[in-house]
């Protein structure tokens, strides 16, 4: 969550009963929403948003629902009571991973881990988490510097393919 809003943030509704359903979606304890809180649009479903004109918006009364959650703010699904009910529990559950693994024209979208809003609870997960990131910075850098020699090497060659041309008359 965010004060500051840019691109592919969303503001919070002006609507009291729709923003106080947004504050409960983050399990953020004691946190209230101001006029410029804006929430991140990859917590919202594809289908929340109103592409059919030229500005993209959110649908209207659209409550947040793609969290990673740490594991102690994610709620538990009661289970099943019948062993009966249990198996067809069970079946469905297999035959929607053989679906998501058969299925590649509609993957299943993936949790944005990038961007918790949980803090681990230890220091030391906290520590790793920033190396992770450190890394990552790091591994990016080297992408991005080795893209950039890839791009100098091709245009010296387009300059010196270019050069062999000048000077040449047309047949």
Excluded at 11 to 40: H, M, Y
Excluded at 42 to 50: I, L, Q, S, T
């Amino acid at each position: 969550m965010h004060q500051n809003r840019s691109f592919g943030e969303e503001r919070f509704p002006k609507n009291k009963d729709v923003r106080k359903k947004w504050e409960v979606a983050l399990r953020r304890e004691g946190f209230t929403a101001t006029c410029s809180s804006v929430l991140c649009c990859h917590h919202f479903k594809e289908g929340d948003f109103d592409r059919t004109g030229q500005i993209v918006r959110l649908r209207d009364c659209v409550i947040p629902s793609v969290f990673s959650f740490p594991v102690h703010l994610q709620r538990l699904e009661k289970g099943r009571a019948t062993s009966t009910s249990r198996r067809a529990e069970e079946s469905l559950s297999v035959a929607s991973q053989d679906s998501q693994e058969t299925s590649t024209s509609h993957p299943q979208p993936q949790p944005n881990d990038d961007h918790g809003y949980a803090l681990p609870a230890s220091p030391t997960a906290l520590k790793t988490r920033l190396n992770e990131a450190l890394a990552r910075v790091e591994s990016l850098e080297r992408e991005k510097k080795n893209a950039m020699a890839r791009e100098k090497r091709a245009k010296t060659t387009v300059k010196s393919l270019l050069g062999g041309f000048e000077g040449k008359e047309p047949h």
